[in-house]
């Protein structure tokens, strides 16, 4: 449909499977990522152990892409773990943790939210592993029914989003963040505010303008990706 109405180039923000995508049309394909947002988050605990922790096993390339960028921000190391998930017949399972956040700061990163579960089964899992504290990080925050009982357990002590998608919550928590197109955050503790991304696909459009069959999108601390012509 795209094409077939000389589209130029599709630009996405954190697509859930990045090579499918890319593979899927003819024209330039352009996948953003929240990574620089969520790094510029996660610097101001550059003075505690951390360790980034995927929820899920497919998420593992999108948690190792914030570690690397993280570790090179901090300029020390950053530890990384997973959490295993299993789903059949519409039910989730598997409490398989693998990696070290003893005594760390665990970063859960995932594309998106709907209910939470999954989220709260990796920060349950680390907690239970021996993390101090639990942050989770995401992009997409669709909220969806029962997203609210799960997102006020203590598990996990702050969430983080970007403004990408519209949610209503039907009540509020005063431990959610948004993260602004220039790496700053706030607290918000009436509900979940929505600011961030806007300037992030701006950018991407301005370098799309360029001439050449292929360039380097720089977006934030030196994070590239490489623009598919």
């Known amino acids: 449909m795209f094409e077939s109405v000389d589209t130029d180039a599709i630009v996405t923000l954190e697509v859930?499977?990045?090579?499918?995508?890319?593979?899927?049309?003819?024209?330039?394909?352009?996948?953003?990522?929240a990574t620089p947002l969520f790094?510029?988050?996660?610097?101001?605990?550059?003075?505690?152990?951390?360790?980034?922790?995927?929820a899920d096993t497919g998420g593992a390339k999108r948690a190792e892409m914030l570690r690397e960028t993280l570790e090179a921000a901090c300029g020390r190391p950053v530890g990384k773990a997973?959490?295993?998930?299993?789903?059949?017949?519409?039910?989730?399972?598997?409490?398989?943790?693998?990696?070290?956040?003893?005594?760390?700061?665990?970063?859960?990163?995932?594309?998106?939210?709907?209910?939470g579960?999954?989220?709260?089964?990796?920060?349950?899992?680390?907690?239970?592993a021996g993390a101090r504290r639990v942050l989770a990080l995401v992009t997409h925050g669709l909220f969806m029914p029962g997203a609210e009982e799960v997102l006020g357990d203590p598990?996990?002590?702050?969430?983080?989003?970007?403004?990408?998608?519209?949610?209503?919550?039907?009540?509020t928590v005063g431990k959610y963040c948004v993260c602004h197109h220039n790496g700053c955050a706030r607290a918000v503790a009436h509900g979940i505010a929505r600011h961030g991304v806007g300037k992030l696909c701006g950018a991407a459009k301005q370098l799309l303008s360029g001439d050449g069959p292929e360039q380097d999108l720089f977006v934030g601390h030196g994070w590239t990706r490489r623009v598919r012509s």
């Open 39 to 54: 790094v510029d988050f996660a610097r101001k605990f550059a003075d505690e152990d951390l360790s980034v922790v995927s």
């Open 155 to 171: 598990a996990i002590e702050r969430l983080v989003i970007t403004d990408s998608a519209r949610h209503h919550i039907a009540h």
């Open 117 to 128: 579960g999954t989220l709260l089964r990796a920060a349950r899992a680390a907690r239970k």
């Open 82 to 115: 997973f959490a295993d998930k299993h789903r059949s017949a519409g039910i989730v399972s598997g409490d398989l943790f693998v990696g070290d956040v003893v005594g760390r700061t665990a970063l859960i990163i995932d594309d998106l939210i709907s209910t």
């Open 16 to 33: 859930h499977n990045p090579v499918a995508f890319e593979n899927a049309f003819r024209c330039r394909t352009v996948t953003l990522s």
